[in-house]
């Protein structure tokens, strides 16, 4: 049971850095309550996975020609 409340805080709080742009990510995370202090490496690691699928997603061509 434990652990199905920590994933929805995790998703919850993942969605909500998810709407910021990505400079402002770092310091939404600092601010964070202490009772988030446990998952704050876990969802910088999340962000910094979703920033770089992004960042490779925006150099890769839509469609091949040739």
């Known amino acids: 049971m434990r652990d199905t409340v920590r994933l929805q805080q995790m998703n919850l709080l993942l969605r909500a850095a998810l709407a910021l742009p990505p ?13 988030h202090a446990a998952l704050v490496p ?3 690691t999340m962000l910094q996975r979703a ?16």
Do not use: I
């Not at 920033?51 to 040739?66: I, K, T």
């Open 23 to 35: 400079q402002e990510r770092e310091a939404w995370l600092q601010r964070l309550p202490a009772e």
């Open 42 to 44: 876990l969802l910088r």
């Open 51 to 66: 920033q770089a699928d992004d960042d490779a997603f925006m150099q890769r061509p839509a469609v091949s020609v040739g």
